[in-house]
């Protein structure tokens, strides 16, 4: 019986020896998310995305669809931008303020123009007209190029997967050659549809957490 406080010490002080060691390794970790947690509970962050695109291609049916955020939402017939359509988002904490560039020809000259200093570019292709896809892989590759904007973190987004026909999220990586684009630069290619909200909420998500991962750098 004399033995047991000694034993309760003992065994107190190795679990006080291994929660010290867990602390000295996750201590940073732990603080940066306490921080942030605080931060999201305060202030408000902002992003800036550019949308750009085809002609056709749906940004604009994809701006709405972020912009009502619910899933019952009937989308009115959209006409393609003329110029620049400018709207904000919010979501939670997070305000997205975007870009919605023509993509008429006479257009894409505004592109690099747009795109400088955001957060994320997000790129729709309509994945049903597949006659369109070395139209946009050219256009794509030669904004990308520009240094201006290297390293800006890019978001494809195969839309219209509602209708018959469209190709995967697999098939446009491979005819983009989004593989090249990767080297220097996140990216990510989702399958969508603006009309339909289908896969809508994957794109908020992944442009949120580009807007936290900017505000801690």
């Known amino acids: 019986m004399g033995v047991a406080p000694f034993s309760i010490l003992c065994g107190s002080s190795l679990l006080l020896f291994f929660f010290a060691v867990w602390l000295d390794g996750s201590l940073m970790g732990l603080l940066a998310w306490i921080v942030e947690w605080i ?12 949308l750009v ?30 110029g620049l359509n400018t709207r904000k988002v919010t979501r939670g904490n997070v305000c997205i303020k975007v870009w919605d ?19 994320s570019i997000v790129f729709v292709v309509d994945a049903s007209d597949s006659s369109s896809f070395e139209e946009a892989r050219r256009s794509l590759h030669d904004l ?15 839309n219209k ?3 018959e026909g469209a190709c995967s999220a697999e098939t446009l990586i ?10 220097d630069r996140e990216t990510a290619c989702y ?7 289908t896969n ?18």
Not at 39 to 50: A, D, G, I, K, N
Not at 101 to 119: A, L, S, T
Request: aromatic content about 8%; proline content about 4%; some cysteine.
């Open 161 to 163: 997967n509602d209708l």
């Open 101 to 119: 560039i023509g993509g008429q020809p006479r257009f894409r000259g505004m592109w690099e123009r747009y795109c400088r200093g955001v957060q």
């Open 53 to 82: 695109g085809l002609q056709g291609a749906g940004k604009t049916t994809f701006l709405a669809a972020i912009t009502d955020g619910t899933e019952s939402v009937q989308l009115h017939d959209t006409i393609p931008t003329i």
């Open 144 to 158: 990308l190029g520009r240094p201006s904007l290297y390293g800006i973190p890019l978001l494809v987004l195969a």
């Open 39 to 50: 931060r999201s509970l305060f202030w408000q962050q902002e992003m800036e995305v550019t």
């Open 191 to 197: 399958s969508v549809s603006a009309k339909n909200y």
């Open 174 to 183: 491979s005819e983009l050659y989004l593989l090249k684009l990767a080297a």
């Open 200 to 217: 809508i909420d994957v794109t908020l998500k992944w442009l949120m957490r580009h807007s936290k991962a900017s505000s801690s750098s």
